[in-house]
C-alpha cells in the first residue's frame, strides 16, 4: 500500500522535499528515507484497515516534517480521505488538499 501511496502522489504531482533528510545519502537513498517516516506508514495502514470515507487518526509525539506535512495534504485530497494528525504541538486537520494550521506550525 506504501508504494501504490506513494506512486498516486507523484502521479498528482508530489515532489519530495529532500532537504528534510539530514544524512549524506545519494539522491534516491533520500526519497527511500522520506517515505517510510512514521506518518506516511501510519497512514497507508489506515487506508488499508478502515472503509473508503473513514477518517484516519495518527499520534505522534514529535513534529511533523514539512515533506509529510504536504504528502498527508495530497493523500487527503487523491484518497479522499480526512487525516486527523496530532503532533507534538497541535492537531492537523487534513481534508481535501489543505490542513486546519494553513501551513502554519
Same mark, same amino acid.
Given at each position: 500500500?506504501?508504494?501504490?501511496?506513494?506512486?498516486?502522489?507523484?502521479?498528482?504531482?508530489?515532489?519530495?522535499?529532500?532537504?528534510?533528510?539530514?544524512?549524506?545519502?545519494?539522491?534516491?537513498?533520500?526519497?527511500?528515507?522520506?517515505?517510510?517516516?512514521?506518518?506516511?506508514?501510519?497512514? &497507508?495502514?489506515? #487506508? /488499508? !484497515?478502515?472503509?473508503?470515507?473513514?477518517? @484516519?487518526? *495518527?499520534?505522534?509525539?514529535?513534529?511533523?516534517?514539512?515533506?509529510?506535512?504536504? &504528502?498527508?495534504? #495530497? /493523500? !487527503?485530497?487523491?484518497?479522499?480521505?480526512? @487525516?486527523? *494528525?496530532?503532533?507534538r504541538n497541535r492537531f492537523h486537520h487534513f481534508k481535501d488538499g489543505s490542513c486546519s494550521c494553513k501551513d502554519?506550525?
Amino acid at each position: 500500500m506504501l508504494d501504490d501511496m506513494i506512486c498516486r502522489l507523484k502521479k498528482a504531482g508530489y515532489v519530495p522535499d529532500r532537504s528534510e533528510v539530514l544524512f549524506e545519502m545519494d539522491e534516491e537513498e533520500k526519497e527511500n528515507a522520506l517515505s517510510l517516516h512514521s506518518e506516511k506508514l501510519a497512514i &497507508a495502514y489506515g #487506508l /488499508i !484497515s478502515t472503509s473508503p470515507g473513514m477518517p @484516519i487518526r *495518527v499520534v505522534k509525539n514529535l513534529r511533523v516534517c514539512s515533506d509529510c506535512h504536504s &504528502a498527508t495534504k #495530497l /493523500i !487527503s485530497k487523491v484518497y479522499n480521505r480526512e @487525516i486527523i *494528525v496530532r503532533d507534538r504541538n497541535r492537531f492537523h486537520h487534513f481534508k481535501d488538499g489543505s490542513c486546519s494550521c494553513k501551513d502554519f506550525w
